[in-house]
């Protein structure tokens, strides 16, 4: 079965594209009150980013941000994943993309 949509990572260049597609999401500017883009791409505490499920004219229409941050333990060090502001596209919803997005980001997350 062919899609229409293809798994990716952020990329610094996606910005626009991603900032379009949470004013689409939560309808204007109020997305910037509703999300923490701050935390997983402007200021990540480690590694921070997204998986995007993309069309093929390179709008995203889903994605799953994360941010990894230290967490110690009493037995050391560890990494710990936050997983933040999923959502999908209005028109693209009822087709898998949010479980794309979060296996895609979820196998990254175990792969550090």
């Known amino acids: 079965m062919n899609s229409p ?3 990716q990572f ?3 260049e996606d910005r626009p594209t991603l900032e379009d597609f949470y004013r689409a999401v939560y309808g204007g500017e109020v997305w910037r009150d509703n999300t923490q ?3 997983y791409l402007d200021q990540p505490l480690a590694t921070g980013g997204s998986s995007l499920a993309v069309t093929e004219d390179n709008q995203i229409v889903a994605a799953q941000p994360f941010c990894d941050f230290p967490l110690h333990t009493p ?3 560890a ?3 936050l997983f933040l502001d999923v959502a999908t596209h209005p028109e693209h ?3 898998g993309l949010f479980r794309r997005v979060v296996a895609a980001a979820r196998t990254a ?3 550090r």
Do not use: D, S
């Open 5 to 7: 949509y293809h798994i």
């Open 10 to 12: 952020y990329k610094p």
């Open 37 to 39: 883009l701050g935390w």
């Open 75 to 77: 037995w050391g060090a």
């Open 79 to 81: 990494r710990a994943t």
């Open 93 to 95: 919803r009822r087709q």
């Open 109 to 111: 997350a175990f792969e």
